[in-house]
């Protein structure tokens, strides 16, 4: 069981280095900011005030990361709450640039979120499961995912994950 757990972490790592890209492609788009000339039409951006995407990881049997990640697409911010076995105990703050929101967007659409399954759960319990939600459109969807979801599923969770742990958190008082 020990050693499945150490292949399964060991595969994640290797793959990280595109979901790095991900995470830099998305930072690139938040802070691409361009001026147009008053006689340029801007294109109007997508209405990402009905967007929430949520990611949070599980307990598992040894000292997985437990926290919840929630991106608002109306307050453009993303809120963390750190339980156990993470660096940033607590809630956490930051704000989240609509181009980025899009972005994620696109990559929800892309793996076609909502035609996915709402659990894999596979054969081995002791995994953590990774337990993702998806609203727009006017629809929401949720899902479980401890073993074997579909690669396009894993690409939002570990692009998810990224984001979970990139810089300019803000720690709450707490009771706020």
């Known amino acids: 069981m020990v050693l499945a ?7 994640q790592k290797l793959k990280i280095m595109k979901y790095i890209l991900y995470s830099a492609l998305i930072i690139v788009a938040s802070c691409n900011k361009t001026s147009k000339s008053a006689t340029t039409h801007q294109q109007e951006k997508p209405d990402v005030s009905k967007v929430v995407i949520s990611y949070e990881a599980t307990a598992c049997f040894g000292k997985c990361p437990m926290f919840t990640m929630t991106i608002n697409g109306a307050t453009q911010t993303i809120t963390y709450v750190g339980s156990q076995n993470v660096e940033k105990l607590g809630t956490y703050t930051k704000h989240y640039e609509v181009d980025s929101i899009i972005t994620l967007v696109n990559a929800f659409d892309k793996a076609k979120y909502f035609e996915l399954n709402n659990e894999y759960l596979g054969h081995i319990v002791d995994f953590p499961s990774v337990i ?3 609203s727009n459109y006017g629809k929401t969807k949720k899902i479980k995912d401890r073993t074997g979801g579909p690669g396009e599923l894993r690409d939002l969770e570990r692009l998810l ?3 979970s742990n990139g810089e300019g958190w803000k720690k709450q008082e707490e009771g706020k």
């Open 5 to 11: 757990l150490l292949v399964f972490i060991l595969l």
């Open 132 to 134: 993702t939600s998806y």
């Open 161 to 163: 994950y990224i984001i």
